[in-house]
C-alpha cells in the first residue's frame, strides 16, 4: 500500500524559495510506468499541475511555472522534492504531492499525499 507525505515550512517569505519533500511509503519511486507530481491548490481555485518526475528520472514541467520550478528525487530515501524559487504571495496554496500512470498526454494519479499548506507572506 502506498502511502505519500508531504513535508516542509509553512511560511516562506516573498522571492525566497519553497522547498517541499515528498516521502513515500509502501512502493519505489523508481517502479516502472510511475510518474510522481507535485500538485497545487491556491485558496478559492481549483488543482495546477506543477510537475512530475517518472521513474526514470526524468522531469516535466508546467510551462507556466517551469523557469522556477526544480523537482528532483533521492532514491534511497525513496523521497522527491520540489523547488520553486521567487515565490510571491500569488504561490500561496496547498501543495500535494500524487503517484500514477502517464496516458495521451494526462496524468492518473492513484496515489495522493494529505496536502500541505504553504503561506507566502513577509
Known amino acids: 500500500q502506498v502511502q505519500l507525505q508531504e513535508s516542509g515550512p509553512g511560511l516562506v517569505k516573498p522571492s525566497q524559495t519553497l522547498s517541499l519533500t515528498c516521502t513515500v511509503s509502501?512502493?519505489?519511486?523508481?517502479?516502472?510506468?510511475?510518474?510522481w507530481s507535485w500538485i497545487r491548490q491556491p485558496p478559492g481555485k481549483g488543482l495546477e499541475w506543477m510537475g512530475a518526475i517518472a521513474y526514470s528520472g526524468s522531469t516535466y514541467y508546467s510551462p507556466s511555472l517551469k523557469s522556477r520550478t526544480s523537482i528532483s528525487r533521492d532514491t534511497s530515501k525513496n523521497q522527491f522534492t520540489l523547488q520553486l524559487s521567487s515565490v510571491t504571495p500569488e504561490d500561496t496554496a496547498v501543495y500535494y504531492c500524487?503517484?500514477?500512470?502517464?496516458?495521451?498526454?494526462?496524468?492518473?494519479?492513484?496515489?495522493w499525499g494529505q496536502g500541505t499548506q504553504v503561506t507566502v507572506s513577509s
Open positions: 509502501g512502493g519505489s519511486i523508481t517502479t516502472n510506468y510511475y510518474y
Open positions: 500524487a503517484g500514477g500512470d502517464y496516458y495521451s498526454g494526462s496524468y492518473y494519479y492513484d496515489y
